[in-house]
């Protein structure tokens, strides 16, 4: 059993830069690939961004590319996303998922609860 929690979010001015962090509690954390995803209003939860257990493979959203990095420290059981260039339609709610497999679906077995994101023009 994993759970997850997520920080950082918050209101932003569009170009601005935000770092979510999601701390993870259970065992192993090394072992899960950890992915973020965002659901804006009235749309469909989508993938951003996901990171193997060790750091060695990464996938980013093509809205992603070039602006957001995920990163994460096994030491600390925290995996993060750091976020530049926010605009407007960044504006969404942030979760962070973890699973054993490697994957840019929406089929992670842990979610957390989210963090809201807000970037205002």
């Known amino acids: 059993q994993v759970q997850l929690v997520e920080s950082g979010g918050g209101p932003v001015q569009a170009g601005g830069s935000l770092r979510l962090s999601c701390a993870a509690s259970?065992?192993?954390?090394?072992?899960?690939?950890m992915g973020w995803f965002r659901q804006a209003p009235g749309k469909e939860r989508e993938f951003v961004a996901a990171?193997?257990?060790?750091?060695?493979?990464?996938a980013y959203a093509d809205s992603a590319k070039g602006r957001f990095t995920i990163s994460r420290d096994n030491t600390k059981n925290t995996v993060y996303l750091q976020m530049s260039s926010l605009t407007p339609e960044d504006t969404a709610v942030y979760y962070c998922?973890?699973?054993?497999?490697?994957?840019?679906?929406?089929?992670?077995?842990?979610w957390g609860q989210g963090t809201q994101v807000t970037v205002s023009s």
């Open positions: 998922a973890a699973d054993q497999r490697f994957m840019t679906a929406e089929k992670y077995a842990y």
């Open positions: 259970g065992r192993a954390f090394s072992t899960y690939t």
């Open positions: 990171i193997s257990g060790g750091g060695g493979s990464r």
